[in-house]
């Protein structure tokens, strides 16, 4: 941001003004643990302190490696270019700061089978987060429309489910983001819904897949295509565990968690499998707990944490854990609406919040089907079933912690936005996210906000997003119009 030149007593970062900076040093009181694997360090002490005075000598301290990368990000932010382009400098000095996260779980889930990104797009969505102190990038690898992920034991996977051979997201290109991730504090985890959403699976292996491409999609699916994995098959068996044993090794060394869906599970698919012939709860109930246990326990054995959708519990009460006692080995995420995170902490589950009356990104944009010529069941105004428009300060106002009893807080693992891109591509991705994730984010980081806090956030939000746009590219939206900006208060009612 460009403003005045300083005045007696800031602090300038810029070389040859090397009077007003006399000394920069960085603590990290606490060793870094020996025997750590590279995607542990994440998950270590966030907190810091930071102490500029006025004479120029600036002090950072932290108790680990991630704690140094949040403070630098603070360190950063409080520093402005001159007006004549010839420095930098703080209005802020003599300042002190203690800071720490409210949650360690501070996530962004992309959505990138329904529309495709490049790598470039994925990191500088990473960018972003960092900037913002976001810690966890849940990439939602597949879906129904398309299978992007290149599975090197079955090739065959991405081929022919990917939309071009352009748009496959290759073993190495994965392995990238995720280093690339890592090295800015966002640990990278993958989502493979299952065994909803599947529909994909069946451009390669239609064997494997119920009602695959169906007529009258709507009748075994919410969104066309239509095709579930088999629940009674031991082809599919076969196929997931080699999907497991293709795909977790290559991902556990970046991350801690992987996802396995389990949302939106159509029961009139298995009408049409031969092997059960049935839409019964009771029938099908068994059969889903069978392929969740498998996909879990693999995952577990290669030392990673399951996280699933809200409904393996609120619909299906499936067993979760090895352990009927122990819930809290897997990681229950909440989406449908925000009553469903008391529902999970109750029955003991480790929750992530962040639902769909809240923190949906894509809501407002209408509905992607369009009426039939014939008849249709949908009408104007063509809504999506979360409309509308979830905007920053509504995003910065959820709190999470509304009619959540104090001592299930501890089972609160923090929160995610969502950018689900059935109506966004890589030209609209960084303005529906940003900065309406980065309101998000301070709730993450700091506990849920207050409506007085508002008009301080826009002008935090303004700043961020022209950071944003000047040194990382990203195309940020607005958060407040420049007349309001430069005339403080002028813009209340």
Not at 232 to 260: C, G, I, Q
Not at 346 to 364: H, N, V
Request: proline fraction near 5%.
């Amino acid at each position: 941001m460009q403003t005045t030149p300083p005045k007696q007593g800031i602090i300038s970062l810029h070389m040859w003004i090397w009077r007003f900076i006399r000394q920069v040093i960085i603590k990290q009181i606490s060793a870094n643990q020996s025997q750590r694997e590279v995607r542990d360090y994440i998950h270590e002490d966030e907190s810091y302190t930071i102490e500029i005075l006025a004479t120029g000598e600036a002090t950072i301290s932290t108790n680990s490696a991630i704690g140094t990368i949040r403070a630098l990000q603070t360190f950063k932010q409080l520093f402005y270019a001159h007006s004549s382009g010839s420095g930098v400098y703080t209005p802020y000095a003599p300042i002190s700061i203690s800071d720490a996260p409210k949650w360690g779980h501070r996530g962004l889930n992309l959505d990138i089978s329904r529309n495709a990104y490049t790598p470039e797009d994925i990191k500088r969505t990473i960018d972003a987060m960092a900037s913002a102190k976001m810690n966890r990038l849940h990439i939602h690898a597949t879906d129904s429309q398309s299978w992007p992920l290149d599975i090197p034991s079955m090739p065959e996977l991405a081929a022919k489910g990917a939309y071009h051979p352009s748009l496959i997201l290759t073993s190495s290109k994965l392995s990238d983001i995720q280093m690339y991730g890592l090295e800015r504090g966002v640990s990278v985890f993958l989502e493979i819904d299952m065994p909803g959403h599947t529909g994909s699976i069946g451009y390669a292996f239609p064997e494997l897949v119920s009602a695959f491409l169906a007529d009258e999609w709507e009748k075994y699916a919410l969104q066309p295509p239509s095709g579930q994995i088999k629940l009674n098959s031991s082809d599919v068996d076969k196929f997931l565990d080699e999907l497991m044993a293709d795909l977790l090794p290559r991902v556990s060394p970046f991350t801690r968690y992987f996802h396995t869906g389990g949302d939106e599970f159509n029961l009139n698919t298995y009408l049409l499998e031969e092997a059960i012939g049935s839409s019964k709860e009771e029938v099908l109930r068994p059969l889903l707990q069978a392929v969740v246990t498998r996909l879990h326990t693999a995952i577990r054995k290669a030392g990673l944490t399951p996280i699933v959708w809200e409904e393996l519990v609120a619909d299906w009460d499936l067993s979760l854990s090895p352990s009927p006692t122990e819930k809290t080995e897997i990681i229950v995420q909440a989406w449908r609406n925000s009553t469903a995170v008391k529902y999970l902490l109750d029955r003991g589950y480790r929750t992530i919040f962040g639902s769909g009356d809240a923190w949906y990104l894509d809501c407002g944009q209408g509905t992607y089907v369009n009426p039939k010529r014939s008849s249709t069941a949908i009408k104007e105004p063509f809504l999506d079933w979360c409309s509308p428009k979830k905007n920053w300060k509504h995003m910065y106002m959820y709190n999470p912690l509304e009619g959540i009893s104090e001592d299930l807080h501890h089972l609160l693992e923090g929160g995610e936005t969502h950018m689900w891109s059935e109506n966004v591509d890589p030209v609209a991705l960084d303005m529906m996210v940003w900065p309406r994730a980065a309101a998000a984010a301070e709730v993450l980081w700091s506990g849920p906000r207050t409506a007085n806090q508002i008009q301080d956030a826009s002008y935090r939000l303004s700043e961020w997003r022209e950071r944003a746009v000047v040194d990382l590219g990203v195309g940020a939206s607005l958060a407040q119009m420049t007349y309001c900006l430069m005339r403080e208060g002028s813009c209340e009612l």
